[in-house]
């Protein structure tokens, strides 16, 4: 069986920019490839055009073309022709695309074509409480209804965006899914009072919030520090950083022990997750979120949001603490608890971990994708 994904990212050197889409889609390809199955990589939206071969992935790299107009429209017709030479020459059963701006919409494949739902922009605008661009409304909903199967990375998703879009289609839910081998528990100790938060900094991650919650943590913890992974971008209703907001909103003592990092390789990131107590991702958009998986694997207690996906991931109680990021004082209260709690901590990073194990393992998620594909493309046949 040979499975292509058809994506705008993934996590190579060639590729423009990448993320937990890319991050997400690398994962399943390298356990696929494990389990004996043939898998292509077609990056769109690249600077040039080419071929090569990688640990055992074929990639296909296609170049951004200009059109003086309609280019939303030729760009996927120029996608369509050399996805459906890829499928001929390679002998691909099928095609997998996110929803994400709805990229194939008007596309024929000569294969099925399975959408995952990791997403789209309709999604995360309506949980931003945010209008969608009427273009991006239409494709999205155009490629879903086009889609021969659809797959959601949490219930959640899938039920939103059949809401947003108005759609009565049937879905599967698998998830997102981890390497267990590359995010391990680290032998040293982490560093006291040391809370950690990753990922791009942007509203919609409850960043804004954050600053809130860490000016409550300083008047009961005042030696606590609040170290920032990620890269700042620049507000959607503010127009200035998102790390300036994010300063302007800390008191004096909260503001001398932030540490912000920037946007870091992923060692650099590991590291940071060994020497954190405390892991928040206090989110109010994700689908289903690598960073939380990566975290728990690793043993970290998290402080995570309620909203959502979030019981699809974390046990409340039990893998750490799931709040509503707007109650500020609940969620510091909830941090203070593990920075305090050593034991209390090491039991739920331990639990985290064993959830990762038994529910987001990439060889068990692969197991599924497997199954599914193969089901649909007999179905199809």
Known sequence: MHIAFLTPEYPISICNSTGGLGTSIKNMAEALISQGIEVSIILYGQELDKEFEENGIEFYIIKQRKYKVGGWYFYRKHLETRVNSFVSRYKIDLIEAPDWTGITAFMKLKCPLIIRMNGSD????????????????????????????????????????????????????????????????????????????????????????????????????????????????????????????????????????????????????????????????????????????????????????????????????ITGFTVDPMNHILYADRIISLLNDRNLAINMGKEARKRVIQAFSSSLIAGKNISYYKQTIKSLA
Not at 298 to 305: A, D, G, W
């Open 122 to 317: 309709g999604y995360f605008c309506s949980l931003d409480g945010r209008k969608q661009k009427f273009k991006n409304q239409f494709f999205e909903k155009l490629a879903l209804k086009s889609a021969d199967r659809i797959i959601s990375v949490s219930d959640f998703t899938g039920r939103k965006t059949m809401e947003i879009f108005g759609l009565d289609k049937e879905y599967s839910v698998i998830p997102n899914s981890i390497s267990i081998d590359d995010f391990t528990p680290s032998a040293r100790p982490p560093e006291a009072s040391r809370i950690l938060y990753f990922g791009t900094l942007i509203r919609k991650k409850g960043v804004l919030e954050l600053a809130h919650i860490f000016n409550e943590v300083i008047k009961k913890e005042p030696l606590a520090e609040l170290v920032l992974v990620g890269k700042d971008v620049k507000d959607i209703f503010e127009h200035r950083s998102t790390l300036e907001i994010f300063k302007s909103l800390l008191h004096t003592k909260a503001l001398s022990n932030i540490h912000y990092l920037g946007s870091v390789d992923y060692s650099v990131i590991q590291n940071e997750l060994s020497e954190a107590s405390v892991v928040v991702l206090p989110s109010f958009a994700e689908a289903l979120p690598m960073t939380w998986l990566e975290a728990m694997a690793m043993e970290k207690p998290l402080v995570t949001s309620n909203i959502g996906w979030a019981n699809e991931v974390m046990i409340d109680g």
